[in-house]
């Protein structure tokens, strides 16, 4: 019989263009605890903040609601969850070139090795997910 063994961490961000850098702040003290670097570690900030910073600007969060963050490391993978109080899903979309953005959910969709979106079980609005290989 095989254990699965599993960590956890989550966070509280306000609705703020600097969640995304706290985020990624309290993700690298997160990675160096569980003895996670190298390009694992380099493409989960990549991930993790970008969902945060879409959270922060697209979610039309009401007053006092904040982007939730979870992490969960088991088995070799490494699962980051941002949520938010907007149901909207997010659409991939083709930037132009010379577009400043745009191009996060195709970042997303190349470094993770699934991502997805999903209503939130309890409460209003979207959870969106990245999973990625930590070894």
Wanted: with cysteine.
């Amino acid at each position: 019989m095989s254990h699965t063994h599993s960590v956890e961490a989550r966070w509280r961000l306000p609705r703020s263009a600097r969640s995304a850098g706290r985020a990624r702040a309290l993700l690298r003290e997160r990675l160096a605890a569980w003895e996670i670097s190298g390009e694992a570690a380099e493409n989960a900030e990549l991930l993790l903040s970008e969902l945060v910073a879409n959270a922060a600007r697209h979610a039309p969060l009401p007053p006092g609601r904040e982007i939730g963050v979870r992490l969960v490391h088991a088995d070799g993978m490494l699962r980051l969850e941002v949520a938010d109080a907007d149901a909207r899903r997010p659409e991939p979309r083709t930037a132009a070139a010379d577009e400043e953005g745009g191009r996060g959910l195709a970042l997303v969709a190349a470094l993770a090795e699934r991502w997805g979106c999903a209503p939130r079980p309890y409460g209003i609005g979207k959870t969106v997910w990245a999973e990625l290989k930590t070894h």
